[in-house]
């Protein structure tokens, strides 16, 4: 019944990359803000990075930005997250996460505001 899966995570070494890819199955993500979220061990859940529905509005959270990039397609029904210069402090449980937000030019930053969320898919930085 859950909408959004997201796949791409592993175990990686300081420094590598790693793409995430959120897939949907039954909504139409360009009616929604797209959110990435994690949570480490014995951390709450915090905001990573969101894109508005066509992608003309990014934002990151400080402690990612310059080395993830959130992108979307549309036409593939995907968001991704594309991550750099990884470091063990990104280890977490990634979520994707849809806001309905129909056409509105908006990112979202907190929980409350994202209506659906996948599983997660799981991201460990070794240093």
């Known amino acids: 019944q859950v909408p959004l899966v997201e796949s791409g995570g592993g175990l990686v070494q300081a420094g590598d990359s790693l793409r995430l890819s959120c897939a949907a199955s039954?909504?139409?993500?360009?009616?929604?803000?797209m959110g990435w979220f994690r949570q480490g061990p014995g951390k709450e859940r915090e905001f990573v990075a969101g894109?508005?529905?066509?992608?003309?509005?990014?934002y990151y959270a400080d402690s990612v930005k310059g080395r993830f990039t959130i992108s979307r397609d549309n036409a593939k029904n995907t968001v991704s997250l594309q991550m750099s210069s990884l470091k063990p402090e990104d280890t977490a449980v990634y979520y994707c996460?849809?806001?309905?937000?129909?056409?509105?030019?908006?990112?979202?930053?907190?929980?409350?505001?994202?209506?659906?969320w996948g599983q997660g898919t799981q991201v460990t930085v070794s240093s």
């Open positions: 996460a849809a806001d309905f937000t129909n056409g509105q030019l908006r990112v979202g930053f907190t929980i409350r505001e994202y209506d659906y």
């Open positions: 039954r909504l139409t993500l360009s009616s929604y803000t």
């Open positions: 894109i508005s529905g066509r992608g003309g509005i990014t």
